[in-house]
């Protein structure tokens, strides 16, 4: 094989982004073939497109990369990895048909949307054991979540896809809350490298309590937003976006801005803040924002900003054992976020909402074809590993 198939970062990363490329021409086509009239339905193709589709290479390219430094053993590649995209792909188209026909899935298509979750946690479980990393098992939560969302959306079982339906945020909400607790802890690590590698004061280590807390606060709020349609769910969104900035609040005031790869995440980051805001502004309808606007704050914004900053790092350059960001990585996630800010304004002006989103498809359309371009250096040659991070150097004294 060749040495595509050397690294999971190759297939999946670039999987994903070419999800985020079909999600923006379907709804940029759909946009323009409804005129303007009601999107709900549209709606409903593009978010498992964004979600399982968008959303779940990057988790399974990020597992699984992450998955030999976890162990200390041999990387996903070759037949298995081939494997997996197979049933990626295949787990997709037939997502696609059902929910593109309205119908619940049979038994063979539910045992095809299963089966790359099935196989992801089962490679994860299997590298996990042999290698005795048993505080990495909390990570097969996420192929477990994934799979579930999965069925869901083709109709099994019932209740849940009645609840799906009921609630067609909470997926998002979930993999926000996901991105949080990786992305959150992958600013920390990388920006505590970068500081020691420049010879900077290493930022205070945070209390025990303080990320636990913050993550409780986080899932609690969200889960009151959904089983509450008052004010109760607004306050636990607001409650939320606050405790996420009290977790980071060290790094936001820290050096660590002056590196490019570690300012991208971050400031991914900061549209989750800003997306429960705004969700919590529309439950109060407060503003011109409606949920389904808001919500563009957390899909657009921070999945997209935090998906295309992480995979981005895997094509970096290497100097002297740290990475570089490239300039079309840096542009790339400037025209995601310009996106999903256009996205946002569109409902400021109901007369030109719909050529808003049409721009804003246009800008997460250019942003991504960036981004590939950007990220064209990484799918080939032998793969350097780490392949999302430098070389670590000890940390400086904490400034306290």
């Keep these: ?52 589709g968008f959303g779940g290479a990057a988790s399974a390219g990020f597992l699984l990369t992450s998955l030999p430094g976890w162990t200390k053993g041999a990387p996903v590649q070759g037949g298995v990895l081939v494997a997996l995209v197979l049933a990626w792909l295949l787990g997709q188209a037939v997502i696609a048909r059902q929910v593109g026909l309205g119908a619940g ?22 590298a996990i054991v042999v290698g005795r990393a048993w505080r990495r098992l909390f990570a097969l939560a996420v192929p477990g979540g994934l799979g579930g969302v999965a069925l869901a959306y083709v109709g099994w079982p019932q209740g849940v896809a009645a609840a799906l339906a009921a609630h067609p945020s909470a997926p998002v909400l979930l993999y926000v809350m996901l991105i949080s607790v990786v992305g959150g802890r992958a600013i920390i690590g990388f920006g505590r490298n970068f500081l020691a590698r420049s010879g900077r004061a290493a930022v205070k280590v945070a209390a025990g309590w303080e990320e636990p807390l913050a993550l409780a606060v986080l899932s609690g709020g969200m889960a009151v937003y959904l089983a509450s349609d008052g004010g109760a769910g607004a306050l636990g969104l607001g409650l939320a976006a606050g405790s996420q900035l009290f977790r980071l609040r060290r790094w936001l005031a820290s050096p660590i801005w002056r590196e490019p790869l570690v300012a991208v995440l971050l400031a991914g980051f900061l549209w989750l803040p800003a997306g429960l805001v705004a969700l919590a502004l529309a439950r109060l309808q ?115």
């Excluded at 899935?105 to 299997?126: I, N, S």
Aim: aromatic letters at 8%; a positive charge; glycine letters at 14%.
């Design 1 to 52: 094989m060749g040495s595509f198939w050397l690294g999971a970062h190759r297939p999946f990363f670039v999987l994903s982004a070419l999800w985020a490329l079909l999600a923006g021409l379907g709804w940029l086509a759909g946009l323009r073939e409804i005129g303007g009239a009601d999107y709900g339905n549209l709606a409903a193709l593009h978010a498992p497109l964004l979600i399982l």
């Design 105 to 126: 899935a049979g038994l063979p298509g539910l045992l095809a949307v299963a089966l790359f979750p099935l196989g992801l946690a089962a490679v994860m479980a299997w």
């Design 286 to 400: 407060v503003g011109p924002l409606a949920s389904a606007d808001a919500l563009h704050a957390l899909s657009m914004g921070m999945m997209g900003g935090m998906i295309a900053a992480m995979a981005g790092r895997a094509a970096a350059r290497r100097v002297n054992g740290a990475l570089v960001a490239r300039r079309g990585l840096i542009v790339a996630c400037t025209l995601i976020w310009l996106a999903a800010v256009v996205r946002l304004t569109a409902a400021l002006w109901p007369s030109g909402a719909l050529a808003g989103m049409e721009l804003a498809a246009v800008l997460w359309l250019a942003g991504w074809g960036g981004w590939l371009l950007a990220y064209a250096p990484a799918l080939r040659g032998p793969v350097l590993r780490p392949v999302l991070s430098g070389r670590r150097v000890p940390a400086a004294p904490e400034n306290r």
